[in-house]
């Protein structure tokens, strides 16, 4: 299966500045038929459920903020939020979804105010 | 609109069983696969078993293998987890959700269990 790790583990940003999680997996989830990364990245606050952020790596999901965005292909991507507002305080997730029907998170990364 | 419901968690001892269920409405539920992503408390996200649109292909995580098993009913748009031998380490918010994140990320509100004597 494949393996997702998150660096860092948590991190604490001031108000407006930026943050950014990186996300590796064990084996490229590029498919070269389509040249789609099978990435995605979630949000998720205390008591509910994982929120889609990102798709393919970089689409950004209907209604979100565009502070947010992903980057990467292949092996590496990350999530950066340009400027960090209040409502960011959660925890986020990538995922592949490579294999069909097989989903793989990393082990989350929080991120707070500083 | 677009609802994925779960219910049957609780409270149970080690060794025993319980059968969630996860009620999907407003998307085709046939046309895609339905997964159970568990979270244990304060931990990380773990998939726990997924079920193709027609049934035909089940994967487990290997600290479920043997001991869960997925199913679902296209003609009542229900997902089901029978989960049987349970564990303390099974304790977790249990969701369901749609597969294929890309056309449409639906995720239930999760559904408790509890695994204690």
């Known amino acids: 299966d494949i393996v997702m790790t998150q660096s860092p583990d948590s991190l604490a940003v001031s108000l407006g500045e930026r943050a950014t999680i990186n996300c590796k997996s064990s084996q490229s989830v590029l498919n070269s038929s389509n040249n789609k990364n099978y990435l995605t990245w979630y949000q998720q606050k205390p008591g509910q459920p994982p929120k889609l952020l990102i798709y393919?790596?970089?689409t950004r999901e209907s209604g979100v903020p565009d502070r947010f965005s992903g980057s990467g292909s292949g092996t590496d991507f990350t999530l950066t939020i340009s400027s960090l507002q209040a409502e960011d305080v959660a925890v986020y997730y990538c995922?592949?979804?490579?294999?069909?029907?097989?989903?793989?998170f990393g082990q989350g990364t929080k991120v707070e105010i500083k | 609109q677009v609802q994925l419901a779960e219910s049957g968690g609780g409270v149970v001892q080690p060794g025993r069983s319980l059968r969630l269920s996860c009620t999907a409405s407003g998307f085709t539920f046939s046309n895609y696969g339905m997964h159970w992503v568990r979270q244990a408390p304060g931990k990380g996200l773990e998939g726990a078993a997924v079920i193709a649109k027609d049934g035909s292909i089940e994967y487990y995580a290997d600290s479920v293998k043997g001991r869960f098993t997925i199913s679902r009913d296209n003609s009542k748009n229900t997902l089901y987890l029978q989960m049987n031998s349970l564990k303390p380490e099974d304790t977790a918010v249990y969701y369901c959700?749609?597969?294929?994140?890309?056309?449409?990320?639906?995720w239930g509100l999760g559904t408790m269990v509890t695994v204690s004597s």
């Open positions: 995922q592949q979804h490579y294999t069909l029907l097989k989903w793989t």
């Open positions: 393919w790596a970089s």
């Open positions: 959700a749609k597969d294929k994140p890309y056309d449409g990320s639906f």
